[in-house]
C-alpha cells in the first residue's frame, strides 16, 4: 500500500476535450483529480484533503485504478468505490448512477477509532471525511458561506444585527477552519484565530483568508483593540495551542465577542495538538505512539473545553463548531461540556427545515468566467434575497477559487433544482464553455444523522435515527445523481454520525434536466421530509406550501 | 401509536386482479400482506413477524398508510418508508425501485437496545429484523432451505455424509427456529428442540415442522434412543428452558451428535426466557421491568453457553447459529464463549463466496401451481445438480406453504439471472396465472456486514466493514430492484449487524426481463466481489470463471 507519493502533482484538467467516454464520467474523473490539487487538497501527497486524515482515495494504487476505471467506463457502467478503492464495475443503466461510494462504515459495535485504525492501517479502510471521499471539496469556500451565515444569524441573535466593533475567538485554520477568518470579516467582525501550525497560518495569509499574522499575543490583543476603536474588521491569526491560549485570556480577563473552535477535535490521535508538546514531536509521536497522542490530546481538549465554559459563563455566545470536542471532554469528565450548544441549534436548524443548506457548484471548463455567469443567474432566478445578492458579490471579490472555479450558496427547496436546470440550460446552449457539477456538502438538510451536530436536539428526541441519511442515499440513487456516496464518521468521528453525499452533472442534455428537476427536488425535499417528520412546523410549512407529498403530514 | 389490534387479520389478495396501479406495486402491497398473514407471522395482531420483534409496520396508522400509498402509487414514483412509517412519495422513473426502506438504522454511538427501545417506545422506530420489514418473509421455509445445508454440510464434514442415526440437540422453536427439526428430519437425522412456549410447539406440530412433542425429558431420550436404533430420523419437541435442560442433559451423560441454538438470544428482553420463570411471568415484566428480565436472560444465556461448551469440549460439533448468544455470555464474564464457531464460517462462506445464497420467489397468483411450474423450470435449467433436485423434491413433499405459494433454493451468481429471467418468460407466455417476486434473506452473500454471524472470522479481518452492503443497496437501487432496504440489528441484534434486502418482481414485462437480468447479476456479483476482495481463492475463481469487472483482481 503506497500512501505517500511527493512526486505526484495532480489537478484536473480543464477544457472541454474529454478523457473519459462522457462527462458523466470525465465530471468524477475531474472532480477526484481537483480534491487532490495543490491548491484545494491539505496533503495532496498523501492523499489527504481536508479534516485530519479525510482522504479522496484509499492508496495511490487505488486511485490511479479509479482513474483507468473512470476513462472507460461506459455510460450504462457504474463504478463501486469501497473506502476509496474501486472494486467493481456492474451494468446499470443511463439514468443510474455513474459511480457508487461507501466510505468509513462500520458495523456500530466495532464503529470506534482504534478498530477503525487497525482497518486503515491494514489497507482495509479510509477515512472519507464528509466531501473528502466523495469528491466535492472545493477548497476553503466551501465552508465560507456556511460560517458567514452562522456568524451573521449570532450577530443578529446577540448583537441587534451588527457585528462591527466585535471580534470572535476561535482556533483550527486547517481546511474548514481556515474560512472562518475570512467569514468573520465578510460578516463584519474581527477575529483571532489560533493555529499552531506555520505552515496553516501562512496557507490562509497566501490565499487571502487571513488578514494579519501576530507576533504574539500581546500584538493580537493590541490589533484587535484598535479594529474595536476603529469599527475596522481585521483577521488575526496566532502561533499557538488553543488549550493554552484560552485560559491565558481569561487570566487576563480579555473578553471576546463570541467563542467557538475548528480545530480537527473529533481524531484525537491525528487532529489536535497536546498541550506543551511542539508540532514536530506531534508528528513524530503519532507514528510511533498514536495511542499516547491521542491521550494526551484528549486531555488538552478537557482544559480547552474548560476554558470555553468559562467563557460560556461571563454570557459570552460560546457554540462548538461541530467537531465534537465537547464529546471528548465529556468523556474526559468534565461533565457540563454540553452546557454550551452546537452551532446547528443554535443558528442552522430554521434553515434545514426549509431544505436550505450548502448547495454548491464547480465549472468543469476550468474558466472564472463561467462561474461569475452563473452568479448572475442565480441573482435573475432569486431576484430578491439581499442577502443572497450581497453574498456572491463578496464571494466574487473577496474569495479566491481553489482548483477547479467553484460557488457556493445556501438555497433549498423549490431553488436549487430551478437554478441547476437553468445552469443545465446555460450549458445547453454553449453560454458555458462546458459542463457544470452539482453537490452539496453532507453537512445538510437531510443527509446526515449526527447527534452532536447536525441532529443535536431535535425536537422529537429522533437525533440518532440514521435510516433518514440512508433514505437520502437511496433516493438521491433511484433519481439519477451522477455519483452517491454513503459515509460514516465524517466531522465529529467514528462512531458519531452517518451521512450521505449527491453529486449530479449538467451536461446540458434534455436527459440531465429531467435528472436534474428530480435530484435537486427530491435531495432537499428529505431534508424538508425528515424535519416534517420531527414537527418542526417551519418543515411542515414548506412541505405544504411546496406540495411535498408526505403521508400523514401533507395528505 | 397503536400497535396491537386483534380485530385485524390481514392476507394478501391471490390472483391476477389488481389492487394497486401495477405489479410493480401490488407486489409490494401483497408481499407486506402477506408478511402478516396469520399463516406467516408470528404475532400479527402486533405486526410482529417474526425474530423477537422484527415487525412489517412500525404501527396500525403506518401500516394503513403503507396500504394507501401503495394503491396510489404510479410507476414513476418512489414511496420512502422509515422505519415501518411511510414518510415520503417521490418522483423518481420507471426503471427506478418503487419503494425504499431503511429500519432500525442508528448512529454507531447511540446503536444499542437502550436506545433503541427509548425511541421505539416513543413512536420513532421499530425493529425491522431482516425480511420482516422489508417485506420478503416467507415463512419458517424460508429457513428450511439453509438449515438443512447446514446440517447436511455438519454431516459431511464430522459423520462421513450420513446423519443417520444421529440427532441434534436445539432450542427454540419459533419463526426461524422452528425450521431446525424438519431440516434435520430432512437432512436424515433425528432432533430434539427445547421449547419454552407450548403455543410454539403447537404451531410447529400443526404445520408439520415438529413430528412429536414429548411429555418430559424422560420420554423424549427414549425416542431418541429409539431412532438411533432404527435409523428413522423423528424430530422431538420438548417443553423446558433450554438453559435447564442442556445443564440437566450434561449431569445425565447424554452425548447429543450436534449442539446448536436458536432462541432469540439476540434480543435479551423480548427473546430468551430467564431460567426459573413461567412465561406468563416472562410476558408481563417484559412490560413492567424490561431491564430485569434483561438481566435475568443474560444470565440465563451465559449458563446455556457454559453448557453448550462443556459439549464442544466432549468433541461434539457445536455451532452458534447466527442468534448472537456467544457475545451476550461473552459480555456477561464467560471468556471462552468464542471457542465454538459461528455457522458461517463453519459451513456457509464457502457457498458466499460463489453468490450461493438464499434465493427465494412467491407467486402472486396464490396458487401452489405456480410455484410447481417454476421447481420444474429450475431442474430444467439446473440439470446437474443432485442435490437441489432432491431439495425441491423434499420441499414439495413436506412443505406447508404459509401464504402466498413460495420456493427457496440455494443458488449464485449466474444461476439467479437466469431463473429470474425464465420466471419473468413463464408470466409473459401465460404458463404462470400472476407475476412472480424474487428476494433473498439479508443473510447472503453481498447483503451483510455481521462480524458474530456472516461475516465471522473473514480471512483479510474485514468482519465489521459495512460499505458492502451500503454498496450492494445502492448497486440493486440502481440496477432497478422493486424494492430496496437497509436495515441495522436483523438477527444478532443493536450494534451488531448492517445488511440489505432486494425484491424484484416479473411482470412478464421486457422492462422487467432487463432489469431482471442487471439485479439478478449485480446481487449474488457484489457477494462474489467482497469474498474476492478479501482474498478467498473460491471467489477470485468464481469471479474470473463468471467474468465479474473487479479492478485489481480480475484485469
Ligand atoms: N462546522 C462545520 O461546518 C464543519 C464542517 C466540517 C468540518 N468541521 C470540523 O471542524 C474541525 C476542523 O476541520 P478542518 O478541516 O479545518 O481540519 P484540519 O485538520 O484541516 O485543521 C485543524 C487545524 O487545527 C490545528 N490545531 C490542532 N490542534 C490545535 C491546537 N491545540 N491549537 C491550535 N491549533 C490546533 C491544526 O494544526 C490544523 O491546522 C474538524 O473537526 C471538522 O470535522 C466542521
Ligand atoms: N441462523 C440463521 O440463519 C438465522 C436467521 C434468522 C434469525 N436467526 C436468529 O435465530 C434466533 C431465533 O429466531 P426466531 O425467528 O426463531 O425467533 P423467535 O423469537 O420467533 O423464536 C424464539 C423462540 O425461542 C423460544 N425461547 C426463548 N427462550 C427460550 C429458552 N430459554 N428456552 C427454550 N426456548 C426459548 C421462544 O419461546 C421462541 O419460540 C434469533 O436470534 C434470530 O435472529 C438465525
Tied chains: 1, 2.
Excluded at 41 to 69: C, F, K, M, N, Q
Excluded at 403 to 419: E, S, T
Amino acid at each position: 500500500m503506497r500512501r505517500i507519493d511527493k512526486t505526484r502533482t495532480i489537478r484536473a484538467a480543464h477544457g472541454s476535450t474529454l478523457s473519459a467516454k462522457s462527462w458523466l464520467t470525465e465530471a468524477p474523473l475531474r472532480m477526484l483529480m481537483n480534491n487532490l490539487d495543490p491548491d484545494v487538497a491539505e496533503r495532496p501527497e498523501e492523499l489527504v484533503v481536508y479534516g485530519g486524515i479525510g482522504r479522496a482515495a484509499r492508496d495511490w494504487d487505488s486511485y490511479d485504478r479509479i482513474v483507468a476505471a473512470l476513462r472507460r467506463l461506459e455510460d450504462d457502467q457504474t463504478l463501486l468505490v469501497q473506502s476509496g478503492k474501486p472494486v467493481g464495475v456492474f451494468r446499470t443503466h443511463r439514468d443510474a448512477p455513474r459511480v457508487l461510494i461507501a466510505n468509513s462504515n462500520l458495523v456500530p459495535h466495532w464503529a470506534n477509532w482504534e478498530h477503525f485504525s487497525e482497518l486503515d492501517k491494514k489497507g482495509l479502510m479510509m477515512y472519507g471525511q464528509m466531501t473528502a471521499g466523495s469528491w466535492i471539496y472545493i477548497g476553503s469556500q466551501g465552508i465560507v458561506q456556511g460560517t458567514y451565515e452562522t456568524f451573521v444569524e449570532m450577530g443578529r441573535r446577540h448583537y441587534e444585527g451588527s457585528l462591527k466593533g466585535r471580534w470572535i475567538l476561535t482556533a483550527g485554520l486547517g481546511g474548514m477552519g481556515g474560512a472562518q477568518t475570512l467569514a468573520a470579516t465578510m460578516a463584519g467582525a474581527s477575529c483571532l484565530a489560533i493555529e499552531c501550525r506555520q505552515s496553516s497560518i501562512d496557507f490562509r495569509l497566501r490565499t487571502g483568508y487571513v488578514d494579519v499574522c501576530a507576533k504574539d499575543l500581546d500584538e493580537a490583543l493590541a490589533i484587535l483593540e484598535d479594529c474595536k476603536r476603529t469599527g475596522k474588521a481585521l483577521s488575526v491569526a496566532l502561533r499557538g495551542n488553543a488549550a493554552e491560549v484560552l485560559p491565558e485570556l481569561l487570566k487576563r480577563g480579555v473578553k471576546p465577542d463570541a467563542v467557538t473552535d475548528q480545530t480537527s477535535a473529533h481524531d484525537p490521535v491525528n487532529g489536535y495538538l497536546p498541550l506543551g508538546w511542539t508540532v514536530e514531536e506531534w508528528e513524530s509521536k503519532r507514528a510511533s505512539d498514536p495511542k499516547a497522542v491521542a491521550e494526551a490530546a484528549k486531555d488538552s481538549m478537557a482544559v480547552h473545553v474548560k476554558a470555553m465554559l468559562e467563557f460560556h459563563k461571563q454570557g459570552i455566545p460560546t457554540f462548538d463548531y461541530g467537531n465534537n470536542i465537547r464529546q471528548v471532554a465529556f468523556d474526559r469528565g468534565v461533565t457540563d461540556a454540553f452546557a454550551f450548544p452546537g452551532f446547528v441549534p443554535a443558528y442552522i436548524r430554521p434553515l434545514f427545515c426549509r431544505g436550505v443548506g450548502p448547495f454548491r457548484w464547480a465549472a468543469l471548463s476550468g474558466d472564472p468566467e463561467d462561474i461569475y455567469k452563473t452568479d448572475q443567474k442565480v441573482k435573475e432566478l432569486i431576484p430578491d434575497d439581499k442577502h443572497l445578492h450581497n453574498w456572491l458579490d463578496m464571494a466574487r471579490e473577496r474569495i479566491h477559487f481553489q482548483g477547479l472555479p467553484a460557488r457556493i450558496c445556501w438555497v433549498g427547496l423549490g431553488d436549487r433544482d430551478r437554478l441547476g436546470r437553468a445552469f443545465n440550460q446555460m450549458v445547453a446552449s454553449g453560454e458555458l464553455k462546458a459542463p457544470i457539477v452539482i453537490g452539496r456538502d453532507h453537512l445538510d438538510s437531510g443527509s446526515v444523522s449526527s447527534p452532536n451536530r447536525e441532529t443535536e436536539a431535535m425536537q422529537d428526541g429522533s437525533d440518532a435515527v440514521s435510516d433518514w441519511p440512508l433514505l437520502n442515499a437511496l433516493l438521491n440513487t433511484a433519481s439519477g445523481a451522477t455519483w452517491v456516496s454513503l459515509h460514516h464518521g465524517g466531522g465529529v468521528g467514528m462512531g458519531f454520525s452517518q451521512h450521505s453525499g449527491m453529486v449530479i452533472v449538467c451536461d446540458g442534455t434534455a436527459e440531465a434536466d429531467a435528472r436534474l428537476a428530480r435530484v435537486l427536488w427530491n435531495d432537499p425535499g428529505t431534508g424538508v421530509m425528515r424535519h416534517a417528520d420531527a414537527g418542526y412546523d417551519i418543515a411542515i410549512d414548506c412541505a405544504r406550501t411546496r406540495g411535498l407529498d408526505l403521508p400523514g403530514i401533507t395528505d
